[in-house]
């Protein structure tokens, strides 16, 4: 199955910025919501930031503020801004594709996942 390839990780003191960027294929990249989701080891997945078709947004309240996630149709390609990184911030981050979004008192999720997961891309920041 095709899978998303993530990009644009690295090691930033905090305060820094990264841009990640997330290359898909067509079919990947048509579905109607796309996001990042982090996890570091030992727990689930969170999503971080989701934007559907039209490009309206959502982020977890820990990133409002400091992330700004886009999405260029022409290019396939979904991109993540960071801005003034915490140390909290340190994960392995994902991008994935979905049929929709929900978000209720268990959390906020996309949903219908089209593809498997793919390597991540590794966020690492020092204090």
């Known amino acids: 199955q095709v899978q998303p390839v993530e990009s644009g990780g690295g090691l930033v003191q905090t305060g820094g910025s990264l841009r990640l960027s997330c290359a898909a294929s067509?079919?990947?990249?048509?579905?109607?919501?796309m996001g990042w989701y982090r996890q570091v080891p030992g727990k689930e997945r969170e999503l971080t930031a989701a934007i559907s078709r039209d490009g309206s947004p959502y982020y977890a309240a820990s990133v409002k503020g400091r992330f700004s996630i886009t999405r260029d149709n022409g290019k396939n390609t979904l991109y993540l801004q960071m801005n003034s990184l915490k140390p909290e911030d340190t994960a392995m981050y994902y991008c994935?594709?979905?049929?929709?979004?929900?978000?209720?008192?268990?959390?906020?999720?996309?949903?219908?996942?089209?593809?498997?997961w793919g390597q991540g891309t590794q966020v690492t920041v020092s204090s």
């Open positions: 067509g079919s990947i990249f048509s579905a109607n919501v």
């Open positions: 994935v594709a979905g049929r929709g979004f929900s978000d209720s008192a268990n959390g906020a999720e996309i949903y219908g996942r089209s593809h498997d």
